[in-house]
Nanobody, 124 residues
Framework: QVQLVESGGGSVQAGGSLRLSCAAS????????MGWFRQAPGKEREFVAA????????SYADSVKGRFTISRDNAKNTAYLQMNSLKPEDTALYYC????WGLGRRLQGEYDYWGQGTQVTVSS
């Protein structure tokens, strides 16, 4: 069983930055692909970014490309999402997820474990 705990959310003005962290309670963290998803009020959860087990492959939603960066530190069992140039439309509950196949994919159904989420609020 993998437990994921997100942190780093908060309130920020448009144009600001936040760095989300996702700490995993598993020794084999380096085998898992990791993804970030978000859900805004009244909307479905959507893909944000993903990274493969060794960080060699990353992918982003078009809406965040060039502004967000996903990374990981396997020695610390932690994945990160650096969010720059934040916009009010980035306001959402952000979840991290782990994919046991290590690929870091875009589809929610490909992920096996999920965190509880961390709230990000961007004001104009």
């Amino acid at each position: 069983q993998v437990q994921l705990v997100e942190s780093g959310g908060g309130s920020v003005q448009a144009g600001g930055s936040l760095r989300l962290s996702c700490a995993a309670s598993v020794r084999t963290f380096g085998r898992y692909g990791m993804g970030w998803f978000r859900q805004a009020p009244g909307k479905e959860r959507e893909f944000v970014a993903a990274i493969s087990w060794n960080g060699g492959s990353t992918s982003y939603a078009d809406s965040v490309k060039g502004r967000f960066t996903i990374s990981r530190d396997n020695a610390k069992n932690t994945a990160y999402l650096q969010m720059n140039s934040l916009k009010p439309e980035d306001t959402a509950l952000y979840y991290c997820a782990a994919d046991q196949w290590g690929l870091g994919r875009r589809l929610q159904g490909e992920y096996d474990y999920w965190g509880q989420g961390t709230q990000v609020t961007v004001s104009s």
